[in-house]
């Protein structure tokens, strides 16, 4: 059998026989081959450091970026944190290879620096073979390691990238993990090629939901209405009458809830049933732009302004929000510096362009979000007491799907039937008794995380009838967690913890337990009686 693993060293004798004119390629995959070659005949110089851009082509290339580096900065923020303590970091390219974003562990982050794999970095294939230039040339996953590297420089690491294509199939940037070489680890790949196709499926859905940041002034018949938010419950029923009364003002409002509750929606409502309806809709995530970049992205530019700044300079999202609403998401990550000028717009109805000296009058309602108390950032001396009081003069709470279980069914068959119109494939059927599980898990990724299991529920039942062997082992484990083990080892036991849990999640309503179980009310009453449940006053008869 063919041998597909090398050590180090038989990598590093065959890479350096190769830069001293030899021919032999022999352990390596053709494509890792062909771009050796490549690199020889280009002149790429295997010793040197690649070069950065410039502060100001950074700025540029930045900006040319930002719709991707918005997409892509929830996931690489949500994977650093999962993945902080394996010294690994998630880098961004565009599609030719220009670093965007770079975060990980320190150490990585140390070690990258010292090898100038930094934001404005090239890792095009001019830099010397390396994982992202090969799958920009080959446009499919790849991963590298050590001396299969062209470049010295890069022989310390394990890369694994995979490309992030637009609607249309066009390569618009790559996603990779890097880290040192002796934590390469196959599974490496797969875990970077699944991220991409979800940052793919995000994108699409910006793209045919919101329209691309270019084309800024949105109609507001894209957005969403309070007859779109799901649920019940007096939690989120709340959280929608608050918003409905808010938006007969101008008020400013803060929306406060964990990541993935859906905290847009309640403001895209907001501007859709006020006096500013037809007027732009602006959001930008304040924690998704890079601090050196947020004041002219809010505030514009004028022309010169800085080095590579567009001529007759441009419009921040205040101006362009002129007449509407400009919706600041993630408002808690903004930092101190920010914070005062953003305060002295509030105040002042009025904002400079950066390298401007002419004030520039606004007519905007501004409103927030964050995925934490500000209240309790305040007190922490995190965020500025004096912006929270002019900028939450009301305050939203929405409620994370832990504290609504109720609305779990209405959610999944919304969501079950918007991604498989997604998916294009017909909407399957599924099995009740799965809403006892659902309703007992913690939803950590609230509804973003119930949409991707029902979407990875659709692909793994392929056309059937969705059960519960669909859904992740830790839903189904976490009916259990307080259960004994001894308990639950026979079906038997498990049917009866099943139906006391119903009961209790349902406070002994008889007919939405037997509904939900999937069984008739008289053989839920047999098996009451023969496990000897203990029957709740509440129980419907």
Known sequence: MKRTEFTYKELYNKWEKFINGGKDVTLLRKEVADSWIRCRNNNVNPFKKPLVLSEAEINKLLKENQFLINIVAPFIKLITELTKETNFIFVLTDSK??????????????????????????????????????????????????????????????????????IFGNLIGVLTLS?????????????????????????????????????????STNLFSFN??????????????????????QTRVVVEGESGTGKELIVQAIHNESERVNGPFIAINCGAVPEQLIESELFGYEDGAFTGAKKGGKPGKFELANGGTIFLDEI???????????????????????????????????????????????????????????????????????KRPEDIPDLFEYLLNKIAEKL????????????????SYHWPGNIRELENNIESAIVLSQGQKINLEHFPKKIIDHLFVNTNKDDITTLENMEKESIKKALDVFEGNITKVSKVLGITRKTLYKKIKDYNIEQQEQIEV
């Open 97 to 166: 290879g220009n670093v965007l974003d770079l975060r990980g562990g320190r150490e990585a982050l140390n070690l990258a620096v010292k090898n100038n794999f930094v934001v404005g970095a090239n890792r095009a294939e001019s830099a010397g073979t390396n994982a992202i230039s090969l799958a920009i040339t080959t446009g499919k996953p790849f991963q590298l390691a050590g001396p299969e590297h062209y470049n010295v420089n890069f022989h310390q690491w394990t890369c694994a990238s995979a490309p992030i294509h637009d």
């Open 424 to 439: 294009g494939v017909k909407v399957p059927e599924y099995d009740r008794s799965i809403f006892i599980y659902l309703k």
């Open 179 to 219: 880290g040192h070489f002796s934590l390469k680890h196959t599974h490496t790949l797969g875990m970077v090629i699944s991220l991409a196709r979800a940052i793919e499926k995000e994108l699409a859905y910006k793209e045919k939901i919101y329209g691309k940041e270019k084309n800024q002034r949105k109609s």
């Open 228 to 249: 779109d938010i799901i649920g019940k419950s007096d939690a989120i029923q709340h959280a929608i009458e608050m918003g409905k009364i808010v938006s007969k003002t």
């Open 332 to 402: 808690n990550s903004m930092s101190k510096d920010m914070q005062v000028k953003l305060l002295r717009v509030l105040q002042q109805n009025e904002i400079s362009r950066v390298g401007g000296s002419e004030p520039i009058p606004i007519d905007v309602r501004v409103m927030a979000a964050s995925n934490q108390r500000l209240e309790e950032l305040v007190e922490k001396k995190e965020f500025r007491e004096d912006l929270y009081y002019r900028l939450g003069i009301i305050t939203i709470h929405i409620p994370p799907l832990r």
